[in-house]
């Protein structure tokens, strides 16, 4: 199965993960309520995939590996996006984060890109659980397989400052990801995050 950075995968329970170390106890308890593991930016090894395990609290993350086998259901950002069941919850009208994805919603359908969100908000739309706090950012992923010119980023941007909240957007290109941010101001190389680590480029989607 072809996985991407920022995919959930939804398994039966702690007991499938594969990690170094012991897993700490709030992961069994994580994954009794909510059996959802995000892909981490890292190579698949040997059947095994990356993924990172969330607790209630923000410093309770866990790396560890999931077997291809146990994955139950895959769910992308962008299926996330093209549902936009944000629009069928209360939460989605109170909570500042859901009501920001329509700003994105907007802008991306302007500019025609593959969106979805990603973080705390993606993983609420996925699993149905209240993880997204008042405080919370919008982490978004924007796909983009061709060259981007910075004009039209600096218009991304700019369409989503007008957001009631902070948006962190990377745009995904085949070689990794940059944050949309840095990419508009136009200064280059820039930092890209790819599966081996990240690298400075001219240019971030020349291979």
Known sequence: MEVRAHDLLQFRDAEDLIAPRPLPEWVGEAV??????????????????????R?????????????????????TPVQLARQRGWRQTLRGKQVKALRALDFVDESCRTHQLLWGPAGSVGFEL????????????????????????????RQIADDFSRAPVRIDAQIETPRGAISLLEYARGDMPILLRTLAGPVLADNPWEC
């Open 32 to 53: 009794m309520f909510a059996p959802f593991a995000v892909v981490r930016r890292a190579p698949v090894e040997h059947g095994n995939i990356p993924v990172g395990i």
């Open 55 to 75: 607790g209630p609290a923000r410093n309770q993350r866990f790396a560890a590996f999931l077997p291809q086998s146990a994955v139950m259901r895959q769910i």
């Open 126 to 153: 996925a699993s149905g659980l209240p993880v997204v706090s008042a405080e919370s950012d919008l982490d978004v992923v924007i796909r983009v397989p061709y060259f981007l010119p910075v004009g039209r980023a």
